[in-house]
């Protein structure tokens, strides 16, 4: 079946701006996780959620960054007032979270957002 | 805090040459360890875990708690292997947060 899919794959946007980033997970997965990865850095983890619920937001780095998950299914990564420094790929990644297991994630292509 | 450290951004090797990518780790605990792989135009995926204990396209890693290090090793390198190699730590037990190291460019020159 089909991969993980993201859309935009790149977003130029202007600084103060608001931008929203879609993760389409693969069916059945329960799992859903968004990474940022900038230039010359390895993915650094954002939020995870299982099934609607965000397991573990601590890596959202302030709060002008929010993520939902409403049917448990697609996510959408959310950023308002958008600052340079936000540039980056952004990653999303889901699993089939079996319980008490790590379980393989599966990356999307990314999202590459330039804030100018 | 848990922190994984890849001391080469670049590593270039012949063909037929052995290989081996370093990577270290801190964590006050049991962790969980992989080693993911990007080939180029291509989207980052699982190579190993440590807890599988098994060889993946030739490559091998082995935990060695000790030394707080997960080295990734294949003893002749192939073309295809040509890739950015990033090594991740998780906490054991199911927890899902990865942590992933800054990445190193394997560069096999035929």
């Known amino acids: 079946g089909a991969g993980v899919s993201q859309t935009p794959s790149n977003k130029v946007t202007e600084k103060g701006k608001y931008v929203e980033l879609r993760c389409d997970p693969i069916s059945g997965h329960t799992a859903l996780y968004w990474y940022r990865q900038s230039l010359g850095q390895g993915p650094e983890f954002l939020i995870y959620?299982?099934?609607?619920?965000?397991?573990?937001d601590s890596g959202l780095p302030n709060d002008r960054f929010f993520a939902v998950r409403p049917e448990g299914s697609v996510s959408t990564l959310k950023i308002q007032r958008t600052e340079r420094g936000d540039s980056a790929v952004y990653l999303c990644?889901?699993?089939?979270?079996?319980?008490?297991?790590?379980?393989?994630?599966?990356f999307g292509p990314g999202t590459r957002l330039t804030v100018l | 805090a848990q922190r994984v450290t890849q001391p080469e951004k670049l590593l270039s090797v012949f063909k037929g040459a052995p290989v081996e990518l370093k990577c270290n780790y801190s964590y006050s605990g049991s962790p969980e360890l992989f080693w993911y792989v990007q080939y180029s135009r291509q989207r980052l995926q699982l190579l190993l875990r440590h807890i599988s204990r098994e060889s993946i396209k030739g490559f091998t890693a082995d935990l060695n708690k000790g030394e707080t290090s997960f080295h990734l090793k294949k003893p002749f390198a192939q073309e295809e292997d040509s890739a950015m190699y990033y090594c991740a730590l998780s906490k054991s037990g199911g927890y899902q947060k990865v942590t992933f190291g800054t990445g190193t460019k394997l560069q096999v020159i035929p």
């Open positions: 959620f299982q099934g609607t619920g965000a397991a573990d």
């Open positions: 990644a889901s699993s089939l979270r079996l319980a008490g297991n790590i379980d393989e994630q599966f």
